[in-house]
């Protein structure tokens, strides 16, 4: 593994399952990887990443939110408008896409504090007739 040779590189020793081991040997034969190490540093920087960004409540970021809830439940549609209604600081804009008959696929686009963007979510899932809700921060600001 060439990259532990590099001046600044630390060798360190980890223990993993064998099961896991080999995901990682097939992800890495799968994907192309450089090596091990290279999947290991990758893996820590996002996953740092991914938790400075997706548990600071007072981070600016911007991601969405993707809903799919039922059209046929009388005012359910009305209420989701209302709640976004309440969100105008971070709501940028808003993808509506009429499913089916009976189903519409919404998408939110957001950027602000990463706590409105679960509080928004929070609200929205908590609805009667909201079937799927997903928040996905893609990036601090
Ligand atoms: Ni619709």
């Known amino acids: 593994m060439s990259g532990e040779e590099e001046k600044g590189v630390i060798r360190i020793s980890i223990s993993l399952p064998p099961k896991l081991l080999e995901q990682l040997d097939e992800f890495i034969k799968n994907v192309g990887y450089a090596s091990r190490s290279k999947v290991i540093q990758d893996a820590i920087r996002r996953f740092i990443t991914e938790h400075e960004v997706m548990w600071n409540e007072e981070e600016e970021a ?27 600081q971070a709501i940028t804009s808003t993808i509506h896409i009429h499913l089916t008959r009976e189903r519409c696929f919404e998408i939110i686009a957001l950027k602000g504090k990463v706590k409105h963007m679960r509080e928004l979510l929070n609200s929205l899932e908590g609805k009667r007739g909201v079937e799927h809700a997903k928040l996905l921060i893609v990036s601090k600001i």
């Open 62 to 88: 911007v991601g969405l939110i993707a809903i799919v809830y039922r059209h046929d439940i009388r005012k359910l549609e009305e209420e989701i408008t209302d709640i976004q209604h309440e969100y105008t």
